[in-house]
């Protein structure tokens, strides 16, 4: 049986590809003599692989960063070829073979996982030292390790731990793999995440990682002034209802109406990533006017206060997915304010 196309979702995610390609070029432009890369990792943040890479390829970023050999195949449907990076490295000598068949560049992050590429054949690598954050990455330490001169290090990397604070770790952290490039022959360095951009040149070697900064987010006051928003939620009304004084809303009660009131029961809830602390300050909008939430939210809905605002039911209310702002609001990290957005979402750019 074929089932006809599923009618348009009452739960939209706008992408502005523009403000993409803008923020891409920004970051270029930012990080000097370096060339910007970009981290698309866990689904492009959460926007959606096939809606950034388009931007960002036509943008002029050419070398992408993904943590999971699982995120290759939907990247190479767009690049076509090599300069896709794999950050968690080659656990397994399967890996190693899936980076070898399809072109992909493992990030080795430790002695075994050298000794797994060297053994399975070898060839063109990056290899990510541990400054300080102390995730992944070979201890500095181990940098004289004699299997370390078979490699053929493309990029030797290392990852900021508090690139978005004034910390004296960011210098500790830049001394220390500045000694590492010393001891490592490779062809490019690269150290700065988005945050890292804005510390300045010292930070910036050959090619930046941005990805938070790519998708609005802003990570370092500095950053503010050059990166645009690049998401917008639209939630449909899926019913209004007119309330008596006395009258509670949602789960739990949480929130009872003083006075007659009509309100809007949206379709957007927290398994779409609007988390139950959106409730406490978070408002949609219409046509230029505020519409509180009332209550709890719950899993598919959020109910909002929309009296004296010209609201019909089927009609789209909207959120702008403004990072640093969203941030405050709900009290989660912009990095998780994308990555958690769900699936139910019709993205459109
Ligand atoms: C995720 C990641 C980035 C991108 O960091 P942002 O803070 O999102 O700019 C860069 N490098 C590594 C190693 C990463 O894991």
Request: a negative charge; hydrophobic letters at 45%.
């Given at each position: 049986?074929?089932?006809?196309d599923?009618?348009?979702?009452?739960l939209?995610?706008?992408?502005d590809?523009?403000?993409?390609a803008?923020?891409?070029r920004?970051?270029?432009?930012?990080?000097g003599?370096?060339?910007?890369?970009?981290a698309?990792?866990?689904?492009?943040?959460?926007?959606?692989i096939d809606?950034?890479?388009?931007?960002?390829?036509?943008?002029?970023?050419?070398?992408?960063f993904?943590?999971?050999?699982?995120?290759v195949?939907?990247?190479?449907?767009h690049?076509?070829?090599?300069?896709?990076?794999?950050?968690?490295?080659?656990?397994?000598?399967?890996?190693?073979n899936?980076?070898?068949?399809?072109?992909?560049?493992p990030?080795?992050?430790?002695?075994?996982q050298?000794?797994?590429?060297?053994?399975?054949?070898?060839?063109?690598?990056?290899l990510?030292?541990?400054?300080?954050?102390?995730?992944?990455?070979?201890?500095?330490?181990?940098l004289?390790?004699?299997?370390?001169?078979?490699?053929?290090?493309?990029?030797?990397?290392?990852?900021?731990?508090?690139?978005?604070?004034?910390?004296?770790?960011?210098?500790?952290?830049?001394?220390?793999?500045r000694?590492?490039?010393?001891?490592?022959?490779?062809?490019?360095?690269?150290?700065?995440?988005?945050?890292?951009?804005?510390?300045?040149?010292?930070?910036?070697?050959?090619?930046?990682?941005?990805?938070?900064?790519l998708?609005?987010?802003?990570?370092?006051?500095?950053l503010?002034?050059?990166?645009?928003d690049?998401?917008?939620?639209?939630?449909?009304?899926l019913?209004?209802?007119?309330?008596?004084?006395?009258?509670?809303?949602g789960y739990?009660?949480t929130?009872?109406?003083?006075?007659?009131?009509r309100?809007?029961?949206l379709?957007?809830?927290?398994?779409?990533?609007?988390?139950?602390?959106?409730?406490?300050?978070?408002?949609?909008?219409?046509?230029?006017?505020?519409?509180?939430?009332?209550?709890?939210?719950?899993?598919?809905?959020?109910?909002?206060?929309?009296?004296?605002?010209?609201?019909?039911?089927?009609?789209?209310?909207?959120?702008i997915?403004?990072?640093p702002q969203?941030?405050?609001?709900?009290?989660?990290?912009?990095?998780?304010?994308?990555?958690?957005?769900?699936?139910?979402?019709?993205?459109?750019?």
């Amino acid at each position: 049986m074929t089932l006809p196309d599923p009618p348009p979702a009452t739960l939209r995610l706008r992408i502005d590809t523009d403000a993409l390609a803008a923020n891409w070029r920004a970051l270029d432009r930012l990080s000097g003599t370096a060339e910007a890369g970009a981290a698309v990792k866990a689904d492009g943040y959460g926007l959606g692989i096939d809606h950034v890479m388009p931007a960002l390829l036509s943008a002029g970023a050419r070398q992408f960063f993904v943590a999971h050999w699982s995120e290759v195949p939907a990247v190479l449907r767009h690049t076509g070829g090599a300069n896709i990076a794999v950050l968690h490295g080659v656990t397994t000598p399967q890996e190693a073979n899936f980076a070898r068949a399809t072109g992909t560049i493992p990030v080795l992050n430790s002695l075994r996982q050298v000794q797994i590429w060297l053994e399975t054949g070898g060839g063109g690598c990056h290899l990510m030292v541990d400054s300080g954050i102390n995730r992944l990455g070979i201890a500095p330490g181990d940098l004289g390790a004699p299997e370390l001169q078979r490699l053929e290090v493309e990029t030797l990397l290392s990852h900021l731990a508090s690139a978005d604070e004034t910390s004296a770790q960011n210098a500790r952290q830049l001394q220390i793999f500045r000694h590492a490039t010393t001891q490592v022959d490779a062809r490019k360095l690269s150290l700065a995440n988005s945050a890292g951009i804005a510390l300045g040149p010292d930070y910036h070697f050959d090619i930046t990682r941005p990805g938070l900064a790519l998708y609005g987010g802003v990570p370092r006051s500095e950053l503010a002034s050059h990166i645009r928003d690049v998401v917008m939620i639209e939630a449909a009304v899926l019913q209004i209802r007119q309330l008596s004084a006395g009258d509670t809303v949602g789960y739990n009660a949480t929130w009872r109406a003083n006075k007659p009131m009509r309100v809007a029961v949206l379709s957007l809830g927290y398994a779409d990533g609007f988390l139950r602390s959106w409730a406490e300050d978070g408002a949609l909008q219409h046509d230029g006017q505020s519409l509180p939430i009332l209550g709890r939210i719950s899993m598919d809905m959020v109910i909002v206060d929309c009296e004296d605002i010209k609201l019909q039911e089927g009609d789209f209310c909207h959120l702008i997915y403004s990072l640093p702002q969203a941030a405050e609001i709900a009290k989660l990290s912009q990095y998780e304010l994308l990555t958690l957005l769900g699936n139910r979402f019709d993205r459109v750019s």
